[in-house]
């Protein structure tokens, strides 16, 4: 569930009300991440001007920093936490809302790619 709160939003997640400043987006997009030399495969779960949650096989410590692969794009980012294989970067630049809808349009097209037709992506997305 999300509300506004005097420019803030408010979702509650796992039983607690978080306030933030921009809302999340739910993805499941296939990316990459460079901390150090190497790169990963990483999918980002969701997204906001602010920061991403990240699924990895084995996620960095909290306070490394890395580049995540966003859009056309490789993001600075820092590592805020980590709970198993799943971790919170902090976006060192907030992203801009046309950034994020280029994500968010590049994840929808794999989804539901343009080829399906329209009854079809109707059914596709409930």
Not at 100 to 108: F, L
Request: hydrophobic share 40%; aromatic share 4%.
């Amino acid at each position: 569930m999300r509300s506004r709160k005097g420019g803030l939003v408010e979702s509650r997640l796992d039983g607690a009300h978080h306030l933030r400043a921009t809302p999340r987006y739910k993805l499941f997009h296939p990316t990459e991440m460079n901390a150090g030399s190497a790169a990963r495969r990483v999918h980002i779960l969701n997204l906001s001007a602010g920061g991403a949650l990240v699924y990895a096989n084995n996620p960095p410590n909290p306070g490394t920093t890395l580049r995540l692969r966003c859009g056309g794009r490789s993001l600075p980012a820092r590592v805020a936490w980590r709970d198993e294989r799943r971790f919170g970067v902090a976006f060192l630049s907030p992203l801009a809302d046309a950034d994020i809808k280029e994500v968010i349009a590049a994840h929808d097209a794999l989804v539901c790619p343009k080829s399906l037709s329209p009854s079809l992506a109707r059914s596709a997305s409930g």
